[in-house]
């Protein structure tokens, strides 16, 4: 495309909205392969990665190591197929190597590992990717890089104090450079999020850490795009954006439902969970 030439809105998001329901299918269908995997906070994060790794990211899939590029830190690690199928349909390795998931050797771990292409740091441990991409944040402005850095985090993984520890940080040292996203889908492996250890307000609270906030639908394309550019382009203060989802989105026998936290579909319901997803596309 001519640099001169804008792309038209409507275009731009629809284009969005259909990669994130291709990213969708191969969630489902890697996670079925191989009978493993984490399939409800990958649904949910849909929207976000694909707005991210199709829109928002200064990244190069020819050049994962690039040193200029932004920074993605996949903290919820355990939701890593929602980040590997964005990755493979951005051109960072094949499509078909998403069918390695979990398995002896593979570059798709069970959580992120540095080895894999476009992964910025081994992630797994709740709250320890968010503390790295402190970390990095810093690391850029000590430095005088113009990268930015992304790290997704889940609702559940708000109990963990490190994360707070972190967000302390980032407001002491003024990173402006980091944006935070909250996948808010109230569920976590042993139930309501809410009720196993409450952590509303979401918002008011990284606003008291000094941190500029919004509060979206994450399922919204053109609230998550938006959001991402004013994050992306906002100084000042480190940028949090609450976003709530449904965990399992898409797939009507998933959504709200713990029990799939990470379980795989058996054949028929990864036939329906499918046909759901190619139907939302049409």
Same mark, same amino acid.
């Given at each position: 495309m001519n640099s001169n030439t804008k792309p038209d809105p409507a275009a731009r998001i629809q284009r969005l909205r259909e990669i &994130?329901?291709?990213?969708?299918?191969?969630?489902?269908?890697?996670?079925?392969?191989?009978?493993?995997?984490?399939?409800?906070?990958?649904?949910?994060? *849909? %929207?976000?990665?694909? *707005?991210?790794?199709?829109?928002?990211?200064?990244?190069?899939?020819?050049n994962p190591r690039w040193p200029d590029r932004d920074r993605m830190m996949m903290s919820k690690?355990? *939701?890593?197929?929602?980040?590997? *199928?964005?990755?493979?349909? #951005?051109?960072?390795?094949p499509l078909d190597e998403l069918h390695t998931l979990r398995q002896f050797e593979t570059r798709l771990q069970g959580h992120p590992v540095i080895k894999t292409p476009g992964v910025d740091m081994t992630t797994g441990s709740l709250g320890i990717g968010f503390s790295i991409s402190v970390g990095m944040a810093m690391e850029a402005k000590l430095s005088g890089a113009s990268y930015n850095v992304y790290a997704v985090l889940g609702d559940g993984e708000l109990n963990e104090g490190v994360v707070w520890e972190a967000a302390s940080a980032?407001?002491?040292? #003024?990173?402006?450079?980091?944006?935070?996203?909250?996948? #808010?889908?109230?569920?976590?492996?042993?139930?309501?999020?809410?009720?196993? =250890?409450? =952590?509303?307000?979401?918002?008011?609270?990284? %606003?008291?850490?000094?941190? %500029?906030?919004? #509060?979206?639908?994450?399922?919204? =394309?053109?609230?998550?795009?938006?959001?991402?550019?004013?994050?992306?382009?906002?100084?000042?203060?480190?940028?949090?954006?609450? &976003?709530?989802?449904?965990?399992?989105?898409?797939?009507?026998? =998933? %959504?709200n439902q713990r029990s799939w936290h990470g379980s795989p579909p058996n054949d028929e319901q990864y036939r329906q969970a499918v046909s759901e997803i190619q139907g939302a596309l049409v």
């Open positions: &994130a329901q291709q990213v969708r299918f191969h969630v489902v269908d890697m996670v079925h392969h191989v009978q493993s995997g984490h399939i409800g906070g990958s649904l949910s994060a *849909a %929207e976000i990665l694909t *707005a991210l790794y199709f829109d928002i990211l200064n990244i190069d899939p020819d690690g355990h *939701a890593c197929p929602v980040l590997y *199928a964005s990755l493979a349909l #951005r051109g960072f390795f980032a407001q002491k040292y #003024r990173l402006d450079n980091l944006v935070a996203i909250i996948d #808010r889908n109230n569920l976590q492996n042993d139930g309501v999020s809410d009720t196993i =250890m409450p =952590m509303e307000p979401i918002d008011r609270k990284f %606003e008291a850490f000094n941190w %500029e906030v919004r #509060r979206i639908n994450g399922h919204d =394309m053109q609230q998550v795009l938006q959001t991402l550019e004013e994050a992306r382009d906002f100084r000042g203060k480190p940028f949090c954006i609450v &976003a709530d989802t449904v965990k399992g989105k898409g797939v009507s026998f =998933m %959504e």
